[in-house]
């Protein structure tokens, strides 16, 4: 059974009833699901998962203390904490998993502060472009069971993805990166004998290539461990196999041009996707150019200056 519908079935089994018998005047106050950390709030768990962090539990979001008192919200911990500490093979841990609790009761301001630096998920362009995308995708990842008032869906919904003049801005640094790394950095590194230089090379264009191919697919790129399984699953045709080929190919002279080859290839298909997005108007393989090209569209002069 995955996390997310082990989550909902305790939920339902086991925090429903608590909370209509023991806090009927919070019903229309709170949220409850199971997003953020985790691989079970992607869907990404497994057997292997199960060996740290996991268990049976959800998140109770509440609003301001101005709507539920201090008090409430601990008698509603106290509450939970006597929820059944086994289900379905799984226990509860008594302690917090590092970086805080993962379950229980959590304010809304404070899951989002932890993640976005803004306690109620108003962001400014700057804050956009440099949150790492795999906080903003904590926000919105896994599900909501309940909202009574809507609130943690609304924010859902407003974080949902990036504004578009900011992922026009994040797809030219990609490119200009890959230019720069792989397009030019490679070959010149193999050529002064510095194969660790040109695995770095290599990597940094990889990197870049993963990050943009989520860009151009509108999709917040997550923690390192799940990129290429995210990845797989974007439905981007063979970019993730090129990437994936080049990450873990052998860096040598004697394999420089089928590295070259990959390159390209994997240069050919970012330039057919920006076309096919309306954002390139270069005729060129230099994927600097194409990145300039992403830039012009950029409607905001600050963000269009941001770097």
Request: with cysteine; net charge negative.
């Given at each position: 059974m995955k996390g997310l519908e082990l989550s909902y079935r305790y939920f339902i089994e086991f925090g429903e009833p608590m909370l209509k018998d023991e806090f009927p005047q919070l019903e229309q106050l709170i949220a409850c699901g199971l997003c953020g950390s985790g691989s079970e709030c992607l869907g990404f768990d497994d057997e292997i998962s199960r060996d740290h962090d996991?268990?049976?539990?959800?998140?109770?979001?509440?609003?301001?203390?101005?709507?539920v008192d201090r008090r409430t919200a601990f008698l509603l911990q106290r509450a939970y904490d006597r929820l059944p500490k086994e289900y379905e093979g799984l226990k509860r841990s008594l302690i917090a998993p590092e970086g805080g609790r993962r379950r229980g009761v959590i304010?809304?301001?404070?899951?989002?502060?932890?993640?976005?630096?803004?306690?109620?998920?108003?962001?400014t362009a700057e804050q956009w472009y440099r949150l790492p995308e795999q906080y903003l995708l904590e926000v919105v990842n896994g599900e909501i069971f309940c909202d009574g008032p809507g609130l943690m869906t609304g924010i859902r919904q407003k974080l949902s993805y990036l504004p578009e003049d900011i992922r026009l801005r994040k797809l030219s640094d990609c490119l200009i990166s890959m230019a720069q790394a792989g397009q030019y950095n490679f070959e010149r590194c193999l050529a002064h004998g510095e194969t660790e230089a040109a695995r770095y090379a290599l990597s940094e264009f990889c990197g870049s290539g993963v990050h943009a191919a989520f860009l151009l697919a509108r999709s917040y790129m997550p923690f390192y461990k799940w990129r290429f399984r995210a990845l797989r699953e974007l439905g981007l045709g063979d970019i993730a196999g090129i990437l994936s080929e080049l990450l873990l190919c052998p860096v040598s002279a004697a394999e420089e041009n089928r590295i070259l080859a990959m390159i390209g290839e994997a240069g050919e298909f970012f330039i057919g996707a920006l076309r096919m997005q309306g954002l390139t108007d270069a005729v060129c393989t230099e994927l600097d150019k194409h990145g300039r090209s992403v830039e012009e569209r950029i409607e905001d002069g600050f963000i269009r200056n941001l770097r």
């Open positions: 996991m268990e049976p539990g959800f998140c109770i979001f509440l609003p301001g203390e101005d709507v304010r809304i301001s404070d899951f989002l502060l932890g993640r976005t630096g803004s306690p109620d998920g108003s962001l």
